[in-house]
C-alpha cells in the first residue's frame, strides 16, 4: 500500500517523497512533469507521468500501486499569471482536484492532505493569522486553493474520507542542495537571480505600515513544510471518517523583505549591492504572519529551522543548480 504524491517532481513535492520514504512509507509520484523534473524523483520510486486532469491514468495509478492515501500538491502557483490566466489556474487547481476526488471515492483511497495556501487569506488586518481569520483570497490563485479547501471537506463530510489542508506560508530553502527552488517566482530566488547577474534587488515598495516600511512575511523552511506533510499523514492514518482539518503551516515569526534581502546579500558576501526601492507590486499584504498553535496542538508539529538555514540552504541550492 503506497502514498500517491501528486507533484512529487517539484520543489515542494521532492521533498515531501523524501520525507515520507525516510520515515519507512512506500510512495509514488504522480506528475505531468510541467514544472517538475523527473532527476528529484528518487530511484525505486514508481513515476507516473500524467495530468490530474487525466482520470483513467489516475484510475489506473490509484489502483496499481495500491493507493491508501494522497499527497495532492500538484497545482499551478504563481499569483500574478493566476490574474492574467484564472481559467487556467480554476481548471488545473479546482477541476484537477474535482478529477482527483472523483477518482480517489470510486477506488476507495480515504486519505487526503491537500496542499492550499496563505493566499487564501487576502490581506488580514492582524498580527498573526489563525485558521479563523476571514479568507478573502485577492487573486483567482487563492481563490483556486479557498474552493479547494470546501471540496475536499465536503468530499470528507459525504464519503466518510480523512483530509487535513495545509496552508502554507512563504516556503524557502532546500533539504539538500540538489533540491533548491528552481523557479524565480519569490523573493529568495530573485533576490539570487540578480545578485548573480550583479544587479541590485528590487524592494517592491517601501511605504507599507511596518518597522522598516516593507512588507512583512512567515518564512518556512521546506523541510518543515516537508515534515508537517508527513505529520499530516500519520495523523489522517488513524484519524475517524469525516476527519476534516485546516492548518496554517508557519514559523509565527515575521520577517520584512529588507531583513530577508539583507540575510541573502551577506550569505552571498555581496553586500556592495544596495538594495533598489521601486513600486509596490498589486496585491501585496503588509504583513501576513502564521499562528501556527493548532498544527503544533493536533499534530504536535513544530518548525525546527530558522531564516539562516532557509538563507544558506537556497544561497547552495541556487549555486548547485546555476553554477
Ligand atoms: C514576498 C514579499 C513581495 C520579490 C506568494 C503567494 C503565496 C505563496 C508564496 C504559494 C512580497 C516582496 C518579492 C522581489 C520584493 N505561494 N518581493 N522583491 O507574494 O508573499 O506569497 O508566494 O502558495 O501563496 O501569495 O511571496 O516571495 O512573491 O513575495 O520586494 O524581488 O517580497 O512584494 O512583499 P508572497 P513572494
Not at 86 to 112: K, S, W
Not at 149 to 178: D, K
Not at 299 to 305: D, E, M
Amino acid at each position: 500500500m503506497s502514498w500517491m504524491i501528486t507533484g512529487g517532481a517539484g520543489y515542494i513535492g521532492a521533498h515531501v517523497v523524501r520525507a515520507m520514504r525516510a520515515a519507512g512509507q512506500s510512495v509514488v509520484v504522480y506528475d505531468d512533469l510541467s514544472t517538475g523534473d523527473a532527476a528529484r524523483v528518487p530511484d525505486g520510486v514508481p513515476l507516473v507521468t500524467a495530468s490530474v486532469l487525466d482520470r483513467a491514468r489516475l484510475d489506473a495509478a490509484l489502483a496499481e500501486h495500491r493507493v491508501r492515501g494522497v499527497v495532492h500538491i500538484a497545482a499551478k502557483k504563481q499569483v500574478g499569471e493566476s490574474v492574467e490566466k484564472p481559467l487556467l489556474y480554476y481548471r488545473e487547481n479546482v477541476t484537477g482536484l474535482q478529477t482527483l476526488l472523483g477518482a480517489m471515492v470510486d477506488a476507495g483511497t480515504e486519505r487526503l492532505v491537500f496542499s492550499s495556501s496563505a493566499a487564501v487569506y487576502g490581506m488580514p488586518d492582524v498580527e498573526t493569522v489563525t485558521e479563523d481569520t476571514p479568507c478573502a483570497p485577492m487573486s483567482p490563485y487563492g481563490e483556486t486553493k479557498l474552493a479547494g479547501e470546501w471540496l475536499v471537506r465536503a468530499a470528507a463530510r459525504a464519503h466518510g474520507m480523512r483530509v487535513a489542508s495545509l496552508r502554507y506560508f512563504n516556503v524557502a530553502g532546500a533539504a539538500t542542495p540538489e533540491l533548491g527552488d528552481p523557479g524565480t517566482h519569490n523573493l529568495v530566488p530573485m533576490v539570487l537571480e540578480r545578485i548573480e547577474a550583479g544587479l541590485p534587488p528590487l524592494v517592491f515598495g517601501d511605504d507599507y505600515p511596518t518597522a522598516d516600511g516593507t512588507c512583512v512575511r512567515d518564512y518556512i523552511h521546506v523541510a518543515d513544510i516537508a515534515d508537517a506533510h508527513l505529520a499530516a499523514a500519520q495523523h489522517l492514518e488513524t484519524a475517524a471518517e469525516g476527519t476534516g482539518l485546516t492548518l496554517n503551516i508557519g514559523r509565527g515569526e515575521g520577517v520584512s523583505v529588507l531583513e530577508m534581502i539583507d540575510r541573502v546579500l551577506r550569505a552571498t558576501g555581496r553586500t556592495e549591492l544596495r538594495p533598489e526601492v521601486v513600486e509596490r507590486r498589486p496585491g501585496d499584504p503588509a504583513r501576513i504572519v502564521a499562528s501556527a498553535d493548532r498544527i503544533g496542538a493536533q499534530l504536535g508539529w513544530h518548525a525546527s529551522h530558522d531564516v539562516d538555514a532557509m538563507v544558506a540552504s537556497a544561497v547552495e541550492g541556487r549555486r548547485r543548480s546555476h553554477g
